[in-house]
C-alpha cells in the first residue's frame, strides 16, 4: 500500500521554467491538497481539492495551477518558476476535510 | 479567511518535564483539530486529533484540550523523552470549509 506518491523527489530550476509536481493516492480519498513549508512559516495551503472535478485556492495560490485529473491525482503546475517558490512541496489526501491527512514524500523544489 | 496562530515557536526542555504547545484558531465554524508531527527529513504524520463534541483526549503521554468559547487547543506532552525532539504543527478544518489549515510549528528539543 503506497499511501501518496510525488514525484520528482528533487528538482532545481532556473527562473522562468516551467515544470509540473505529480501526486497519486491510492486509498481512495475525496480530498487532495498542495502545500509548502518553508522555514518558519509551517505548512501554507496553496490548493485543495474537496473532490473529483473541483479545485478551489488556498492561503498562497499565486503563481501556481492545479489539476486533478482524475480522484487518484491532482497536480501541482509552476508557469514561470520564480527563487520565491524555492520550498519544500507536501502533496496530502483524507477521506474528507475532518479525517486523518496522509502527507507524500515531499518534494525540494529550489529556483536559481 | 482562516487563521491558526500556534505558540512558542522554539521549545526546548529537560527529558522528563512537559512540554505544552498552544494555538488559536479564527473560524467558528471548525471542528477537527489534528495534531502532526514530523521528524527531520520526513513527512509530517498524525498524532492525536480532537473534535468539538470532546474538550480533551488522551493517548498515554500526549493529550490535547480544546476550548471552543475561547477558540484555542493546546497539546500537552508528559514525561517527554529524547524521541519526542520534533516539529509539531496544530491545524483546525470544518466540512464546510473543506480546507486543512496548519499553524507555523513549534520545533520541540528534548535535551536529555
Known amino acids: 500500500n503506497a499511501g501518496v506518491t510525488q514525484t520528482p523527489k528533487f528538482q532545481v530550476l532556473k527562473t522562468g521554467q516551467s515544470m509540473t509536481l505529480q501526486c497519486a493516492q491510492d486509498?481512495?480519498?475525496?480530498?487532495m491538497y498542495w502545500y509548502r513549508q518553508d522555514p518558519g512559516m509551517g505548512l501554507r495551503l496553496i490548493y485543495y481539492?474537496?473532490?473529483?472535478?473541483?479545485?478551489d485556492k488556498g492561503e498562497v495560490p499565486n503563481g501556481y495551477n492545479v489539476s486533478r485529473l482524475n480522484k487518484r491525482e491532482f497536480s501541482l503546475r509552476l508557469e514561470s518558476a520564480a527563487p520565491s517558490q524555492t520550498s519544500v512541496y507536501f502533496c496530502a489526501s483524507s477521506e474528507q476535510s475532518t479525517t486523518e491527512a496522509f502527507f507524500g514524500q515531499g518534494t525540494r523544489l529550489t529556483v536559481v | 479567511g482562516e487563521n491558526v496562530e500556534q505558540h512558542p515557536s522554539t521549545l526546548s526542555v529537560q527529558e522528563g518535564d512537559s512540554a505544552v504547545i498552544k494555538c488559536t484558531y479564527s473560524?467558528?465554524?471548525?471542528?477537527?483539530f489534528p495534531w502532526y508531527k514530523q521528524e527531520l527529513g520526513k513527512r509530517p504524520q498524525l498524532i492525536i486529533d480532537i473534535r468539538s463534541n470532546v474538550g480533551e483526549k488522551k493517548d498515554q503521554r500526549i493529550a490535547v484540550t480544546l476550548n471552543k468559547t475561547a477558540k484555542h487547543f493546546s497539546l500537552h506532552i508528559t514525561e517527554t523523552q529524547p524521541e519526542d525532539s520534533a516539529v509539531y504543527f496544530c491545524a483546525a478544518s470544518s466540512r464546510s470549509s473543506y480546507k486543512l489549515i496548519f499553524g507555523s510549528g513549534t520545533r520541540l528539543l528534548v535535551r536529555p
Open positions: 486509498m481512495n480519498h475525496n480530498s
Open positions: 481539492s474537496a473532490s473529483e472535478g473541483t479545485t
Open positions: 473560524d467558528s465554524a471548525s471542528n477537527y
